[in-house]
């Protein structure tokens, strides 16, 4: 079995900081995911990657930019953090397809004071 | 359009007894329909999933049906148990050839004993 690591698991950031979020995945997966979970909103897709070197928008890229430098890794940046945010980003991976299952990471939670 | 809207979303049953959640989607292209659980703390994981060839799917006490002509999938649990109070998430892919993966805000279900 394979697993998606993502670090931090914490992350306290300051108000109009540049802030990076990784994800690795060790499935071979083509396909990686970022998703910004907040509570009563669900999870809402920010970023997502087909493949190597390749990144599409999702509903929420505003504000975030993310790089697949690897197959194996994607990260995720926000690029000026607003007071007060707080929420939990998922990574997520899928085999190849755009029917497949979502195998998600544990999340890293970010407070910005 | 690219949503996926989830109802309700707090849902409260007595042990033993069926719960519903309700989900429609926008997209007439989508052909992938899954349902992850989140418990306390944890990533979301798959639970079931339907494609648009099926009308019903059934893992044990778990039920999903599609309607397609409606846009609209549901996930049944039946005799539910304290361990199935979690959050549910519907989701569906959006465009068979984007990887979109949209899901829906969310059920927070508790089972009473």
């Known amino acids: 079995g394979g697993i998606i690591t993502q670090t931090p698991k914490f992350l306290i950031g300051q108000e109009g900081q540049k802030l990076t979020l990784k994800c690795q995945q060790n499935?071979?997966?083509?396909?990686m995911y970022w998703y910004r979970q907040d509570s009563g909103k669900g999870l809402r897709l920010i970023y997502y990657?087909?493949?190597?070197?390749?990144?599409q928008k999702g509903d929420l890229s505003e504000g975030y930019d993310a790089s697949r430098e690897k197959k194996s890794s994607f990260s995720l940046t926000v690029t000026s953090a607003q007071k007060n945010e707080m929420a939990v980003f998922l990574c997520?991976?899928?085999?190849?397809?755009?029917?497949?299952?979502?195998?998600f990471g544990s999340g890293t939670r970010l407070t910005v004071l | 359009g690219e949503q996926v809207e989830q109802l309700p979303s707090i849902l409260r049953v007595q042990e033993g007894s069926s719960a519903s959640i309700n989900c429609s989607y926008e997209?007439?292209?989508?052909?992938?329909f899954p349902w992850y659980k989140q418990e306390p703390g944890e990533n979301p994981k798959l639970i079931i999933d339907?494609?648009?060839?099926?009308e019903r799917k059934q893992i044990q006490e778990l039920i999903v049906l599609l309607d397609k002509k409606a846009k609209r999938f549901s996930l049944h649990i039946t005799d539910t148990q304290p361990g199935d109070s979690a959050m549910y998430f519907c989701?569906?892919?959006?465009?068979?050839?984007?990887?979109?993966?949209?899901f829906g805000k969310g059920t927070h279900l508790h089972v009473l004993p």
């Open positions: 997520a991976s899928s085999i190849d397809s755009s029917a497949e299952t979502l195998y």
């Open positions: 499935f071979n997966h083509d396909t």
């Open positions: 990657s087909i493949t190597e070197n390749d990144l």
């Open positions: 997209d007439s292209a989508s052909n992938y």
């Open positions: 339907i494609r648009s060839n099926m």
């Open positions: 989701a569906a892919n959006l465009d068979t050839n984007a990887y979109k993966v949209i």
